[in-house]
T-cell receptor, first 113, second 113 residues
Framework: DTEVTQTPKHLVMGMTNKKSLKCEQH?????MYWYKQKAKKPPELMFV???????INESVPSRFSPECPNSSLLNLHLHALQPEDSALYLC????????????FGDGTRLSIL | EDQVTQSPEALRLQEGESSSLNCSYT??????LFWYRQDPGKGPEFLFT???AGEEKEKERLKATLTKKESFLHITAPKPEDSATYLC??????????????FGKGTKLSVKP
């Protein structure tokens, strides 16, 4: 079982809907990440939070809005998405300081109608 | 340009037939190289971290090695349950304390009984 929990596992939404993806970890990690993964492609980094502060935004469109309410939780708010945003959204966490492995959740499979 | 290249793209083995997967990289200042396993519909599962040339790590039937230009994931006497996509990722020194992971495209391994 993964130690990074993502909800929901599947989400279908229309282009005008607003929804949120949630991620939770209890490993005491202070760095958390959002990735997007299309079929048969590697994960692409979207956002990085370090000590609850946004440290990296990989030029992601504003229809994706991340939030880190505390050290254990990470949200991704979605609004006015496009069909090409359909993908597997992965959350990961790691310890801070040095090259530490990132531990991934099982993702949310998002489909935009 | 920083790159991570994995080969082969796909590998079919018979159960018990040992082989190796390759990950070659060209990055400025390697901080760490990571191997992950990803099953369909799941998030990447962390396997190994390698930090410096000459380093080796082992886990069950898997052994990862690192040189200055590439890493190998050796699979000894594989079983059908080893079937998965294996991802290699590198973290470079210019990526900040978290460091962006640069992923290869993966090798899809199929092990037939």
């Amino acid at each position: 079982d993964t130690e990074v929990t993502q909800t929901p596992k599947h989400l279908v939404m229309g282009m005008t809907n607003k929804k949120s993806l949630k991620c939770e970890q209890h490993m005491g990690h202070r760095a958390m990440y959002w990735y997007k993964q299309k079929a048969k492609k590697p994960p692409e980094l979207m956002f990085v939070y370090s000590y609850e502060k946004l440290s990296i935004n990989e030029s992601v469109p504003s229809r994706f809005s991340p939030e880190c309410p505390n050290s254990s939780l990470l949200n991704l708010h979605l609004h006015a998405l496009q069909p090409e945003d359909s993908a597997l959204y992965l959350c990961a966490s790691s310890q801070e300081g040095g090259p530490r492995p990132q531990h991934f959740g099982d993702g949310t499979r998002l489909s935009i109608l | 340009e920083d790159q991570v290249t994995q080969s082969p793209e796909a590998l079919r083995l018979q159960e018990g037939e040992s082989s190796s997967l390759n990950c070659s990289y060209t990055v400025s200042g390697l901080r760490g190289l990571f191997w992950y396993r990803q099953d369909p519909g799941k998030g990447p599962e962390f396997l190994f971290t390698l930090y410096s040339a000459g380093e080796e790590k082992e886990k069950e039937r898997l052994k990862a090695t690192l040189t200055k230009k590439e890493s190998f994931l050796h699979i000894t006497a594989p079983k059908p349950e080893d079937s998965a996509t294996y991802l290699c990722a590198v973290q470079q020194s210019s990526g900040g304390s978290q460091g962006n992971l640069i992923f290869g495209k993966g090798t899809k391994l199929s092990v037939k009984p």
